[in-house]
């Protein structure tokens, strides 16, 4: 069984270009989350897609914007990439209303801006 | 605002010796409290949870405690090993049975001493 998978890995960008990352669900999951984690702070919560549409969002500008495809699969979009854009891109996915509730995470897209 | 916030930054604990981390959150709303631990490289990855109606619940070496009446979480290892050496997150969710966002605290570094 296939945890969430993220990809690329690493990614080095230049101010003002645009990013895409891309995340992979756990089998049987439906939603998914995207945190950004700076060095040595916890995540913050970017937003969160369900049935392919965004149902909440943290407290980033428009810039990040996203994507969910009907198998559930997401993405992440980072406009204008800023040198603050630089973290640790974290997907987690879950399944709604469905107990256990945790959060499975990816181990994350590590982004450079430079 | 929300807020979850840890005590300690780094926490130095013998092998084999209990280890005890703690949290406080603002949110007194919050309904649902989860323990993650991050390894280098990896993302976060689920320890134990607990929801509002409870005061403690245990795992396999590990017991998570509420207090509401003053926001404090706290997580005990019991019978440190090696592998237990990482940093943990507190991470407090709202109501939707897991699929709200999570908000995060700063984390401690859990170093396990042989």
């Known amino acids: 069984d296939a945890g969430v998978t993220q990809s690329p890995t690493h990614l080095i960008k230049t101010r003002g270009q645009q990013v895409t990352l891309r995340c992979s669900p756990k089998?049987?999951?439906?939603?998914v989350s995207w945190y950004q984690q700076a060095l040595g702070q916890g995540p913050q919560f970017i937003f969160q897609y369900y049935e392919e549409e965004e149902r909440q969002r943290g407290n980033f500008p428009d810039r990040f914007s996203g994507h969910q495809f009907p198998n559930y699969s997401s993405e992440l979009n980072v406009n204008a990439l800023l040198l603050g854009d630089s973290a640790l891109y974290l997907c987690?996915?879950?399944?709604?209303?469905?107990?256990?509730?945790?959060?499975?995470f990816g181990p994350g897209t590590r982004l450079t801006v430079t | 605002g929300e807020s979850v916030g840890l005590h300690l930054p780094t926490l130095s604990v013998q092998e084999g010796d209990n280890s005890i981390i703690n949290c406080a959150y603002s949110?007194?709303?919050?309904?649902?409290f989860i323990w993650y631990k991050q390894e280098s490289g990896k993302g976060p990855q689920f320890i134990i949870d607990i929801r509002s109606n409870m005061d403690k619940r245990q795992g396999q070496r590990v017991t998570v405690l509420l207090n509401k009446t003053v926001k404090h979480l706290s997580l005990q290892i019991a019978a440190t090993q090696p592998g237990d050496s990482a940093v943990y997150f507190c991470a407090e969710g709202g109501a939707n049975f897991g699929n709200e966002k999570l908000t995060f605290g700063t984390g401690t570094r859990l170093t396990i001493i042989p």
């Open positions: 949110n007194s709303a919050s309904d649902y």
């Open positions: 089998s049987g999951h439906d939603t």
């Open positions: 987690a996915s879950s399944k709604q209303g469905i107990p256990p509730y945790e959060q499975y």
